[in-house]
Nanobody, 125 residues
Framework: QVQLVESGGGLVQPGGSLRLSCAAS????????IGWFRQAPGKEREGVSC????????WYADSVKGRFTISRDNAKNMVYLQMNSLKPDDTAVYYC??????????????????WGKGTPVTVSS
């Protein structure tokens, strides 16, 4: 059974950092696209960052380039999103999602196969 579980969200002051984690289990393929998406109150869900396990590709939204870093630990089946220099505009629920196999790039929000339930991030003083 495929499962994605996010953790690491919380309340942080502007300029602070958080590391989100996504625990992935139940996948049989090695060709996966794993992405982080977010949805702010009153806004549509948008892509933040993604990686391709087979092709060593990564992508970042312009709004987070230079501040966020996506990484993975294959041994632990974990994907991380390190978020630095956080801004109030980063406030959202963050979701981990998988496209299996990878068929489009960057990973589009409308064509993901599996989603986690999300973890909330609030950036406020």
């Amino acid at each position: 059974q495929v499962q994605l579980v996010e953790s690491g969200g919380g309340l942080v002051q502007p300029g602070g950092s958080l590391r989100l984690s996504c625990a992935a289990s139940g996948f049989r393929r090695k060709d996966l696209g794993i992405g982080w998406f977010r949805q702010a109150p009153g806004k549509e869900r948008e892509g933040v960052s993604c990686l391709s396990t087979n092709h060593e590709l990564t992508w970042y939204a312009d709004s987070v380039k230079g501040r966020f870093t996506i990484s993975r630990d294959n041994a632990k089946n974990m994907v991380y999103l390190q978020m630095n220099s956080l801004k109030p505009d980063d406030t959202a629920v963050y979701y981990c999602a998988v496209q299996e196999p990878v068929r489009s790039w960057p990973l589009p929000e409308y064509d993901m196969n599996y989603w986690g339930k999300g973890t909330p991030v609030t950036v406020s003083s």
